[in-house]
Each structure stands twice: as C-alpha cells, then as structure tokens.
C-alpha cells in the first residue's frame, strides 16, 4: 500500500523562528514528490522535487528530496504570521501511465506574534 | 483565466438524495482530478480522467461516478448520499505528458454536508 506520513502534525512557533517540516513516504513508482501550501481554501503549489540532493529554493522556503532514504524536508526560515498554514506533501505515483498523488496528512503549522 | 471553477461551494443533502458537483477548467489541461478532504486524513484520490472519454477510480470511488465529455468539464455525481460523504472536495488539474509529473492545480473546493 503507498504511504505518505508528514510529521509533525501540528506545530505552533513564534514569529522569526524556524521550522522543518518532514515528509516520508513509501510508494512503488515514484515519479516526484511535490510541496502544498493550503490556507483557507485550495492548496497552492509550493515545490516539486525529483531528484535527491537537489535543494528548491523560494524566498524563506526552501525543500530537499532523498530518495535513498524516501524522504524530503520543507523549511521555512524567519517565519510570518502569513506562513499559518496546512502544508501537504504529495507523491505522485504512475499507474499506467497516469498521474496519481497520494497525500500525507498534514502539517498545520501556527506562526504566533 | 479562471483557473478551476468548483459549483456550489457549500451544500446540505439528506441522506440518500443525489447530487452533481460541478468543476470546469479553461487552461486546456488534460488531466483531471477529484479529491476529498476530511479532518487529519490529508486529500484522498477519488476518481481522475487522463482525458475526454476516460476516466478512472482513485482510492477512495465508492458511491461517486465521473464522467467526461469535454476537455473542460469533469463533473461529480453522488448516487445515494450518506453521511459519511460529509466532506470538503476539491477538483484539480494538471498538463500531461509521458512520464513527466506537473504540479495540480486546485479549485476553492465545495463543502458538502449530509444528515
């Protein structure tokens, strides 16, 4: 069964700390493994990662992948009170060909002032 | 553009009435996707289309049926709600190509509630 587990899942810091959140999984035909933010709404795309090693940089977000030991790490340093957040992680599987993403559970993340 | 539209975005069924959600998409994608969202589960894969005529179950297709008759359109019919549909779903979009992965794109989603 492919499994995808985020932890923590939850985590309250205060403004200008920061935080790693983690993302493991377990999937047969890995393709990439991909970066949510969602705030209210729909989740909004983050990062894509597909090879190890390689680090994905955006302003104070930054995400590595490693395949050798099927995990990836999403940081955020000097966090904002507008990073609050759920942050999902997805690994996309193929099954004959098509996309899948199969989730993890969360990480709702809390920036207080 | 729109990006992905999602209609209602909330809703009240009784048990056992029928219902369509609809999810339109103006980017011309060929991929698309419904998921739901329920408390400390994360998105679940429902039913996807690789394209117009083709469509596929996901994890969760038990009391859902898909069709796609058009690029845009990719509609979600409940046969039969139960309660536990109660759910938030999102409808999502993406490119396709071969083997190479594209992020999703995802609609403001629909709150569905059945008592």
């Known amino acids: 069964e492919d499994k995808v587990v985020q932890s923590p899942l939850s985590l309250v810091v205060h403004e200008g700390d920061t935080v790693t959140l983690n993302c493991s999984y377990e999937?047969?035909?890995?393709?990439?493994l991909l970066w949510y933010k969602q705030e209210k709404k729909a989740p909004t795309f983050l990062f894509m990662l597909?090879?190890?090693?390689i680090e994905k940089k955006s302003g104070r977000l930054s995400s590595i992948l490693d395949k050798k030991e099927l995990f990836s790490i999403l940081n955020i340093t000097a966090t904002q009170t507008g990073d609050s957040a759920i942050y999902l992680c997805?690994?996309?599987?193929?099954?004959?060909?098509?996309?899948?993403?199969?989730f993890g559970q969360g990480t709702r993340l809390t920036i207080n002032p | 553009n729109a990006g992905v539209t999602q209609t209602p975005k909330f809703q009240v069924l009784k048990t056992g009435q029928s219902m369509t959600l609809q999810c339109a998409q103006d980017?011309?994608?060929?991929?698309m996707s419904w998921y739901r969202q329920d408390p400390g589960m994360g998105l679940r894969l429902i039913h996807y289309?690789?394209?117009?005529?083709?469509?596929d179950q996901g994890e969760v297709p038990n009391g859902y049926n898909v069709s796609r008759s058009t690029t845009e359109d990719f509609p979600l019919r409940l046969l039969s709600a139960a309660p536990s549909q109660t759910s938030v779903y999102f409808c999502?979009?993406?490119?396709?190509?071969?083997?190479?992965?594209?992020?999703?794109?995802f609609g403001p989603g629909t709150r569905l509630t059945v008592t």
């Open positions: 999502a979009s993406s490119r396709t190509s071969g083997s190479h992965s594209y992020e999703q794109y």
């Open positions: 289309s690789v394209g117009a005529g083709i469509t």
């Open positions: 997805a690994v996309d599987i193929r099954v004959q060909g098509a996309q899948k993403l199969v």
């Open positions: 980017m011309n994608h060929e991929y």
């Open positions: 999937v047969t035909n890995f393709r990439s």
């Open positions: 597909t090879s190890s090693g």
